[in-house]
């Protein structure tokens, strides 16, 4: 384990927490797949299939932008403007994870008049995160 770092200065794990990290992300890209496919599948109406088709592109783009950002982390650290790019898009694909969680529960169930709101209220955060990553994390 690493000694703490400073708060102006950006953690670097070890070998083998980059090797924990590659393997337990790139552990359920396959899986999430699977799972996307099960539910796109079982699904009967289309919402049913926006929302699987949501919830799977949101889970296996998290798994696999986070298995390429700690691969090229590890592997390439050389590649500054690569491990960069990889970071912002690792950080932004949470926040679309995050709004496509919702759509299962937002687009399934009636929930009142603030539903439809809601649905775009979700994407909108996620929206307003991406730009926030973009324009001022880390600068």
């Known amino acids: 384990m690493n000694n703490r770092v400073p708060s102006?200065?950006?953690y670097q794990p070890t070998d083998y927490?980059?090797?924990?990290?590659?393997?337990?992300?790139?552990?359920?890209?396959i899986p999430s797949l699977l799972g996307?496919?099960?539910l796109h599948f079982l699904?009967?109406?289309q919402w049913e299939r926006v929302s699987a088709w949501l919830y799977g592109a949101g889970l296996t783009?998290?798994?696999l932008i986070s298995t390429l950002f700690h691969?090229?982390?590890?592997?390439?650290?050389?590649?500054?403007?690569v491990e960069h790019c990889f970071h912002m898009c690792d950080r932004m694909v949470i926040y679309f994870f995050i709004a496509a969680s919702y759509a299962p529960w937002?687009?399934?169930?009636?929930?009142?008049?603030?539903t439809c709101h809601m649905r775009w209220l979700v994407w909108v955060m996620a929206s307003v995160g991406t730009t926030y990553?973009?324009?001022f994390h880390e600068r």
Do not use: M
């Open 8 to 10: 102006n200065k950006r």
């Open 17 to 29: 927490e980059h090797a924990a990290n590659c393997a337990t992300h790139a552990l359920w890209v």
């Open 36 to 38: 996307s496919s099960v």
């Open 43 to 45: 699904s009967e109406d």
């Open 61 to 63: 783009s998290l798994f």
């Open 71 to 81: 691969t090229v982390t590890w592997k390439k650290s050389h590649l500054r403007s």
């Open 106 to 114: 937002l687009n399934l169930r009636e929930l009142g008049p603030w």
């Open 133 to 135: 990553v973009f324009f």
